[in-house]
């Protein structure tokens, strides 16, 4: 049974084109992300998905499956059997759609695989604990620990200077939600070796860094539960009014003082989460 109706929907339409395409080709059918992780939200959450394919799947019939697919918040991976015994490492890349459109190739990681072994939510195939899963959770904190400064390092340091998109982006709640609670998802897999919600993430880091923080950590909370922040123009206008509504939804006065904390606690927790890996 899906987390929401709207999910049903979209996985009940994905796995009817995909029939209709190539019958037979789609063998396993898999969601991770916040639909597995019970974190849904119908406005603002992509459904992720990793669909599983016997052999590699031909690039022109996945370009039709998502062309009809449309505008649908479907994200995820095609994968074979093969490729989730084997696991990611000298896999290369794999067909990912994104968006609405396929990728053609895309980046893998052990993230995919540690998700779907502790929670695939199962829409076709056999459940995870029935068939072979590459887990390798050396792997898995290698590549947290890699994703720290690969990524989010960067993006904090774009996000840092105020004349640039990242830096525009954090003075609304979608900044503050999707910077807060990533970095504090990496830290709580270093910590414990699992997988979180941006919710979970949210609530570990009320426990796991100093009250100087919790004003931050508890207006992302807020934002993910209003479940309006995205990454467009309309919502960085809309989340500007949570300062100067009435009544005032955001627990800052301003957004500039809630963008300064966003970025000193996205310093310290990344800080925090490689002295994590570097303790193992």
């Given at each position: 049974?899906?987390?929401?109706?709207?999910?049903?929907?979209?996985?009940?339409?994905?796995?009817?084109?995909?029939?209709?395409?190539?019958?037979?080709?789609?063998?396993?059918?898999?969601?991770?992300?916040?639909?597995?992780?019970?974190?849904?939200?119908?406005?603002?959450?992509?459904?992720?998905?990793?669909?599983?394919?016997?052999?590699?799947?031909?690039?022109?019939?996945?370009?039709?499956?998502?062309?009809?697919?449309?505008?649908?918040?479907?994200?995820?991976?095609?994968?074979?059997?093969?490729?989730?015994?084997?696991?990611?490492?000298?896999?290369?890349?794999?067909?990912?759609?994104q968006?609405?459109?396929?990728?053609?190739?895309?980046?893998?990681?052990?993230?995919?695989?540690?998700?779907?072994?502790?929670?695939?939510?199962?829409?076709?195939?056999?459940?995870?604990?029935e068939?072979?899963?590459?887990?390798?959770?050396?792997?898995?904190?290698?590549?947290?620990?890699?994703?720290?400064?690969?990524?989010?390092?960067?993006?904090?340091?774009?996000?840092?200077?105020?004349?640039?998109?990242?830096?525009?982006?954090?003075?609304g709640?979608?900044?503050?939600?999707?910077?807060?609670?990533?970095?504090?998802?990496?830290?709580?897999?270093?910590?414990?070796?699992?997988?979180?919600?941006?919710?979970?993430?949210?609530?570990?880091?009320?426990?796991?860094?100093?009250?100087?923080?919790?004003?931050?950590?508890?207006?992302?909370?807020?934002?993910?539960?209003?479940?309006?922040?995205a990454?467009?123009?309309?919502?960085?206008?809309?989340?500007?009014?949570?300062?100067?509504?009435?009544?005032?939804?955001?627990?800052?006065?301003?957004?500039?003082?809630?963008?300064?904390?966003?970025?000193?606690?996205?310093?310290?927790?990344?800080t925090?989460?490689?002295?994590?890996?570097?303790?193992?």
């Amino acid at each position: 049974m899906m987390p929401h109706s709207k999910i049903d929907a979209i996985v009940e339409t994905y796995l009817s084109i995909a029939d209709m395409e190539a019958p037979d080709l789609v063998e396993g059918l898999y969601l991770e992300g916040s639909a597995a992780l019970g974190d849904y939200r119908p406005s603002t959450s992509d459904v992720d998905f990793i669909a599983v394919t016997a052999a590699a799947p031909p690039e022109d019939v996945l370009e039709r499956i998502h062309t009809r697919l449309g505008a649908h918040p479907f994200d995820g991976v095609y994968l074979t059997w093969d490729d989730l015994r084997r696991g990611p490492d000298g896999l290369g890349t794999r067909p990912q759609a994104q968006h609405g459109r396929l990728n053609r190739r895309g980046e893998l990681n052990p993230v995919t695989w540690h998700t779907l072994t502790q929670h695939g939510l199962t829409c076709r195939g056999p459940k995870p604990d029935e068939f072979e899963i590459w887990n390798d959770p050396d792997a898995l904190a290698a590549w947290t620990n890699d994703n720290l400064d690969r990524y989010w390092r960067r993006l904090v340091s774009r996000a840092s200077r105020l004349a640039t998109p990242w830096g525009l982006i954090c003075l609304g709640g979608y900044g503050t939600l999707w910077i807060v609670t990533g970095i504090a998802r990496l830290h709580y897999t270093l910590a414990t070796g699992d997988i979180t919600s941006k919710t979970e993430a949210g609530r570990y880091a009320l426990e796991a860094f100093p009250e100087r923080w919790h004003r931050v950590v508890n207006e992302a909370l807020r934002v993910r539960e209003e479940d309006t922040a995205a990454p467009t123009l309309g919502s960085l206008t809309s989340g500007l009014g949570d300062h100067f509504g009435a009544p005032r939804q955001s627990l800052y006065g301003n957004p500039f003082e809630r963008r300064k904390d966003v970025l000193g606690f996205a310093g310290q927790a990344i800080t925090s989460a490689h002295a994590l890996y570097a303790a193992r």
